[in-house]
Nanobody, 123 residues
Framework: QVQLVESGGGSVQAGGSLRLSCATS????????MAWFRQAPGTEREWVAG??????????DIAVSVKGRFTISQDTAKKTLYLQMNSLKPEDTAMYYC??????????????WGQGTQVTVSS
């Protein structure tokens, strides 16, 4: 059974940083892709970043809107996915979700979701 539990959200001022964590269980990283999505009130859920794992490593992809500011990474030994968010802007305010799917690629769509963690950036 796949379980995803996010943590690390909070309120920061513009320009600040946060690191989100997603503790996973039931995931075999080489068989699953992992990603972060976000959803602001009144908007559709948006893919933010994804990790594609394979036998000898992993590669990442990140949305243009956050490129250069956000970094996705994973620690397979700790079974944890991370999203490091720097230079935060008010438009980054959203509920952030950890997601997974049993497929290769960067998880532009997902089957499994965490409960979300709120990020609020004030100007």
């Amino acid at each position: 059974q796949v379980q995803l539990v996010e943590s690390g959200g909070g309120s920061v001022q513009a320009g600040g940083s946060l690191r989100l964590s997603c503790a996973t269980s039931g995931i075999t990283y080489i068989r699953y892709c992992m990603a972060w999505f976000r959803q602001a009130p009144g908007t559709e859920r948006e893919w933010v970043a994804g990790v594609d794992s394979y036998g000898w490593g992993a590669s990442t992809d990140i949305a243009v809107s956050v490129k250069g500011r956000f970094t996705i990474s994973q620690d397979t030994a700790k079974k944890t996915l991370y999203l490091q968010m720097n230079s935060l802007k008010p438009e980054d305010t959203a509920m952030y979700y950890c997601a997974a799917a049993r497929s290769s690629g960067y998880c532009y769509s997902a089957n499994y979701w965490g409960q979300g963690t709120q990020v609020t950036v004030s100007s």
